[in-house]
């Protein structure tokens, strides 16, 4: 068995990560964020203060444990700097607990320029979260990108400057007419430099030293580039072999993979969602869950648990279980519906999910019907601790995933978790 786990978000994202691998990171020495930047929002609880966290790994606020961004992952400086110093508030934060990738890719002034323009310009726009995520991922595969080691030093950051300006003469146009932003990136640099080392190379060192390591994704599994509902999904591999690609190592290491749920389902920006509710549930789930993006704000769309789309992400990423979040949510209706399979015009009923995206806009779900609970859940204990209707509720959706059901949430706060 190895001491390397991995949690990943199990559908469109805001699955509630941050909160367990906080409570997870109790039980390892390393925490590594393996893909996405600032574009995720991960809202803990610390000593009843709510913080976000969009780049840092949750498991930071734990004194004396390491966190890393491994490769995979792509940075944005300024905003990174104003993080370390919001977690400093609370923890001691040294270039020994927090290590940055030399090779991940960084976000530029210019890269958020392109994500806002295309957004603005395109006839169907993805929604996304404009902070320059996709346009940096494109640079990396096209290899004209920054990578952190790169960046710190000034004399290769200026070639980059130059190559940019050469290829891309808006580059140039954009770093005079913003040379206030350029001038905030250069003065980042200098301020993360003693961050940026081989964290790679470092976490492999610790795994084959017997430390625990556990991988956090950002995101969730339905936005992955390679597995999620192109083209509305995010720039990176989300799924939990993202994870291998980031950190170069082998899943033999792998003890146990998670994906985290929400007990019902959320969603940002465009893109099919076939559980969407437009009613006085949705609204519920809304309010009661508050949905809204920790990033940007915006209102986030809200549906029934969608079990064929847990089915494929449990596929894509091998769970050995699920952490049902924010059960508590749920608590106060009087039925409770799960998506088992869908119904489709042509195709008739569909309990695989589509690849094609226009399949599943065309989707209508075909649901299971629970009985509510008005009890409050437990705060902390078991599974089984829970009322009778809970209980049957999370058997139910065990059965129609067949993969097991291995902790629920019921609170925003670390204590608030039940386990099997
Ligand atoms: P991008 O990652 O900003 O390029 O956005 C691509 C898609 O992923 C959009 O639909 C975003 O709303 C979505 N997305 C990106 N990050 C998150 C997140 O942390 N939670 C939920 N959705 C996200």
Same mark, same amino acid.
């Given at each position: 068995?190895?001491?390397?786990?991995?949690?990943?978000?199990?559908?469109?994202?805001?699955?509630?990560?941050?909160?367990?691998?906080?409570?997870?990171?109790?039980?390892?020495?390393?925490?590594?964020?393996?893909?996405?930047?600032?574009?995720?929002?991960?809202?803990?609880?610390?000593?009843?203060?709510?913080?976000?966290?969009?780049?840092?790994?949750?498991?930071?606020?734990?004194?004396?444990?390491?966190?890393?961004?491994?490769?995979?992952?792509?940075?944005?400086?300024?905003?990174?700097?104003?993080?370390?110093?919001?977690?400093?508030?609370?923890?001691?934060?040294?270039?020994?607990r927090?290590?940055?990738?030399?090779?991940?890719?960084?976000?530029?002034?210019?890269?958020?320029?392109?994500?806002?323009?295309?957004?603005?310009?395109?006839?169907?726009?993805?929604?996304?979260?404009?902070?320059?995520?996709?346009?940096?991922?494109?640079?990396?595969?096209?290899?004209?990108?920054i990578?952190?080691?790169d960046?710190?030093?000034?004399?290769?950051?200026?070639?980059?400057?130059?190559?940019?300006?050469?290829?891309?003469?808006?580059?140039?146009?954009?770093?005079?007419?913003?040379?206030?932003?350029?001038?905030?990136?250069?003065?980042?640099?200098?301020?993360?430099?003693?961050f940026?080392?081989?964290?790679?190379?470092?976490?492999?060192?610790?795994?084959?030293?017997?430390?625990?390591?556990?991988?956090?994704?950002?995101?969730?599994?339905?936005?992955?580039?390679n597995?999620?509902?192109?083209?509305?999904?995010?720039?990176?591999?989300?799924?939990?072999?993202?994870?291998?690609?980031?950190?170069?190592?082998?899943?033999?290491? /792998?003890?146990?993979i998670?994906?985290? !749920?929400? +007990? #019902? @389902?959320?969603? $940002?920006?465009?893109?099919?969602?076939?559980?969407?509710l437009?009613?006085?549930?949705?609204?519920?789930?809304?309010?009661?869950?508050?949905?809204?993006?920790?990033?940007?704000?915006?209102?986030?769309r809200?549906?029934?648990?969608?079990?064929?789309?847990?089915?494929?992400?449990?596929?894509?990423?091998?769970?050995?279980?699920?952490?049902?979040?924010?059960?508590?949510?749920?608590?106060?209706?009087?039925?409770?519906?799960?998506?088992?399979?869908?119904?489709?015009?042509?195709?008739?009923?569909?309990?695989?999910?589509?690849?094609?995206?226009?399949?599943?806009?065309?989707?209508?779900?075909?649901?299971?019907?629970?009985?509510?609970?008005?009890?409050?859940?437990?705060?902390?204990?078991? /599974?089984?601790?829970?009322?009778?209707? !809970?209980? +049957? #509720? @999370?058997?139910? $959706?065990?059965?129609?995933?067949?993969?097991?059901?291995?902790?629920?949430?019921?609170?925003?706060?670390?204590?608030?978790?039940?386990?099997?």
């Amino acid at each position: 068995m190895g001491n390397v786990s991995i949690v990943v978000g199990a559908q469109w994202g805001d699955e509630g990560k941050g909160k367990w691998i906080d409570i997870l990171a109790r039980d390892v020495e390393i925490v590594a964020r393996f893909q996405g930047g600032n574009n995720a929002g991960h809202t803990l609880y610390v000593d009843g203060q709510k913080v976000v966290l969009h780049q840092i790994p949750s498991g930071i606020f734990h004194e004396g444990k390491i966190s890393a961004l491994c490769s995979g992952v792509v940075v944005n400086p300024s905003q990174l700097l104003v993080e370390i110093k919001k977690v400093a508030a609370f923890v001691q934060l040294t270039p020994e607990r927090l290590w940055l990738s030399a090779r991940a890719h960084v976000i530029s002034p210019w890269h958020i320029h392109l994500d806002s323009k295309t957004e603005t310009e395109a006839a169907k726009p993805i929604g996304t979260t404009k902070r320059g995520i996709g346009p940096t991922y494109a640079e990396k595969a096209n290899r004209t990108g920054i990578r952190l080691g790169d960046y710190i030093n000034p004399i290769r950051r200026q070639a980059w400057y130059e190559s940019l300006s050469h290829t891309t003469p808006k580059f140039a146009e954009h770093r005079k007419a913003h040379a206030d932003q350029w001038q905030e990136f250069d003065q980042a640099a200098e301020a993360l430099a003693p961050f940026v080392v081989d964290a790679e190379h470092m976490v492999r060192a610790q795994i084959k030293a017997g430390k625990r390591a556990l991988l956090e994704g950002a995101q969730g599994a339905l936005l992955d580039i390679n597995h999620g509902t192109y083209p509305y999904v995010t720039s990176s591999e989300t799924a939990a072999g993202g994870a291998f690609a980031s950190l170069g190592f082998s899943p033999k290491s /792998i003890d146990k993979i998670y994906g985290v !749920a929400k +007990a #019902y @389902v959320t969603r $940002v920006g465009s893109g099919a969602f076939p559980t969407e509710l437009k009613d006085k549930v949705g609204e519920h789930l809304a309010t009661l869950g508050k949905e809204f993006g920790a990033t940007t704000g915006r209102p986030r769309r809200c549906g029934w648990l969608d079990a064929v789309a847990l089915r494929y992400s449990g596929a894509i990423s091998g769970y050995d279980g699920l952490i049902l979040n924010k059960m508590d949510i749920l608590t106060g209706l009087d039925e409770i519906k799960v998506c088992v399979a869908y119904e489709h015009p042509v195709h008739g009923r569909i309990e695989e999910f589509p690849w094609d995206h226009e399949i599943l806009s065309e989707c209508k779900p075909i649901y299971k019907s629970f009985k509510g609970w008005t009890e409050e859940l437990p705060q902390g204990g078991k /599974i089984s601790d829970m009322s009778a209707n !809970a209980r +049957a #509720y @999370v058997d139910g $959706v065990e059965e129609i995933l067949g993969y097991p059901v291995s902790m629920v949430g019921t609170g925003v706060n670390r204590q608030d978790a039940l386990f099997r």
